[in-house]
């Protein structure tokens, strides 16, 4: 299983992104997506997910800013990121739990100016 993400870049304070993570390759069934986000010189932290029926769980720190959401029929995961803090700024990794197993996409990063 592949994850290719993508729609990171340069924002400024106050703006949006929107993040896609496509899944390829042997799938059968995709249980939860989500994406991590890691800021420099800290660890990687859950964002938001979603579970194959919609469920969504999100960070405080991105309540009410960011909302995930899914498409089963084409195995990808959206992050739509509105009113962009420099706090955000960091490396955003997608994850996809196939069959019991986690997988990971490359990172897009995303920062945020002031």
């Known amino acids: 299983v592949q994850l290719q993400a993508y729609g990171g870049g340069l924002v400024q304070a106050g703006g949006s992104l929107r993040l896609s993570c496509a899944a390829s390759g042997s799938i059968f069934s995709i249980g939860l997506m989500g994406w991590y986000r890691q800021p420099p010189e800290n660890p990687r932290e859950l964002v938001a997910a979603?579970?194959?029926?919609?469920?969504?769980n999100y960070a405080d720190s991105v309540k009410g800013r960011f909302t995930i959401s899914r498409d089963n029929a084409k195995n990808t995961v959206y992050l739509q990121m509105n009113s962009l803090k420099p706090d955000d700024t960091a490396v955003y990794y997608c994850?996809?739990?196939?069959?019991?197993?986690?997988?990971w996409g490359q990172g897009t990063l995303v920062t945020v100016s002031s």
């Open positions: 994850n996809a739990e196939v069959v019991g197993t986690d997988f």
């Open positions: 979603i579970t194959r029926g919609g469920s969504t």
